[in-house]
């Protein structure tokens, strides 16, 4: 097989990412309107919803449908029920122990979580609190560099000179 194909015009074949700037840079915008003198609306280029709007939208829809079934399970009174031909739904007693069991749940999550931090957490007289291997001392330039004296790269500040500044010279 040949390279370019021959169908293909040669001014579209590139090879390199200077040829591709070159190509964006020297492109004029195609016009092909067909046979009128407008140009297409903008529903033409529209390819539908996005995915995530649509789950989002679904999700919505379901979760409004749900609580609704379970209000309407939750507080219709049984015999309601019987008398509309419901006869197979669980007992009542789940209507406030789900809930319960889940608020129970997200509180001791948050609990444990808290209390995980806690224990990963150094003593506050741990110099580990101070630096870390992650650390950078501040560099110091030369007078000779005063001219030329490049950006000064990340570092941490020292505790010294932030005992300065809270508290001054004691």
Known sequence: MEWPPPSTSPSLVVRSPRQTVSLIRNRRPHRDWGNSSRP???????????????????GSITTVIATAVYLAWAYTPEPA???????????????????????VAVAL????????NFV????????????????????TFSP???????????SDISIDHINNLMFGDR
């Open 40 to 58: 297409p609306s903008f529903a033409a280029h529209d390819h539908g919803p996005k995915p995530s709007e649509v789950y989002g939208f679904v």
């Open 109 to 116: 999550s948050m609990g444990i979580y808290m209390g995980l």
């Open 120 to 139: 990963a957490t150094p003593p506050p007289t741990s110099f580990n609190t101070i630096f870390d291997e992650n650390s950078r001392e501040r560099m």
């Open 144 to 154: 000779a560099m005063e001219e030329e004296r490049p950006i000064e790269p990340i």
């Open 81 to 103: 029920l019987r008398s509309l031909g419901i006869t197979y739904y669980p007992s009542k007693y789940w209507a406030l122990a789900v809930p319960s069991f889940v608020i």
